[in-house]
């Protein structure tokens, strides 16, 4: 990919934008733009993702909205590990009709049956589930990062049972998607050196599928967040559909776009220490912005480490995306502090469904009540 675009340093960058240095640097720090260390130990720059942080949307042009399919498609799914749907929200906004979702967790089940009660929703342990040929046209499922117990240098489909990926290979196996479509973290890439995405990939190969794997960067794909998702896609050997990832636009969606909307919330309340300190941090700053004093006080031990640490007393900004969303947004290492007010972003309204880019409109439960 590299040697298919020009890349420059820093200061070329600069005046070939017209922009600053400093602000190309911050980008970088941020996860906005990303670099790479040439021969010369030299860090080179992709004027591309440089012009896409220029060309965020701003005030101008609202180009955030929930992509819907007016019309019904004539595929059907299967959805493991559902969550709380938002890969099934996803397709049913691509006009694609659920056969079953199957999760474990009663919270999350309660969640897709409050928000959509006509789902066929299966709350069980995905090895209790039978399925059968032509079930549905496309298998889907986020299953969880696992090592593979290696006892030869070939790892087939009877070899990797007691995962939960075997359970996704069963599924496909038994009812013969046209698509089989797999999503995990981008450290599935080198996880155990990149045995395990290899193994992954030989078992749909043997089950009869053509596959192609790819990481989307969300923040590229009119969603509000930086988030970086490994995409594995299989489609079945027998039919001549091109195997294909959605493109990268030329333009980010500010936070300030996607939560334009959202109802007022009061929200999370930090200690008052914390909130002392993040009342001192800048709209897109974090831990750095801080007197030296604090730095070390906040920080302690963490301080003299090393890593950017660029999560930690971090507070988002109206102008950029948001960073990957946590289920705590109030965690130390992963602090998501909201633009203005000095609180953690809302997970009990909207913004974290709107972030996703999931819903319009959804109700999470959480032991028993709305959150």
Known sequence: MKNKQKYFTAGEATKELKISIDTIRRWDKKGLIKSFRDENNSRMFSLDEIKRIQNKTGNKTNKFKILKNKNKSQYTAIELFAGAGGTAIGMENAGIEHILLNEYDKHACETLRTNRPDWNVVEDDVRNLKFEEGQADIVQGGFPCQTFS????????????????????????????????????????????????????????????????????????????????????????????????????????????????????????????????????PPGGYWRELPQKLQKEYMGASFYMGGGKTGIARRLSWDEPSLTLTCSPAQKQTERCHPVETRPLSVDLLSFNILDKMFDSFLLKESGTLS
């Open 150 to 281: 290696y006892a030869g240098k070939k790892m087939g489909f009877e070899d990797i049972r007691g995962t939960l990926f075997f359970e996704f290979a069963r599924c496909v196996k038994e009812v013969k998607p046209k698509i089989a479509i797999g999503e995990n973290v981008k450290g599935l890439l080198n996880h155990d050196n990149g045995r395990t995405l290899k193994t992954m990939i030989f078992v749909l190969e043997e089950l009869g599928y053509k596959v192609k794997y790819k990481v989307l960067r969300s923040q590229y794909l009119d969603v509000s967040q930086k988030r970086e998702r490994l995409i594995i896609i299989g489609v079945r050997n027998d039919l001549d559909i091109p195997i294909s990832f959605p493109k990268e636009k030329d333009y980010i969606i500010p936070l300030r776009e996607a939560l334009h909307k959202c109802p007022k919330s009061e929200g999370q309340k930090y200690p008052e220490h914390k909130k002392k300190i993040l009342e001192l941090i």
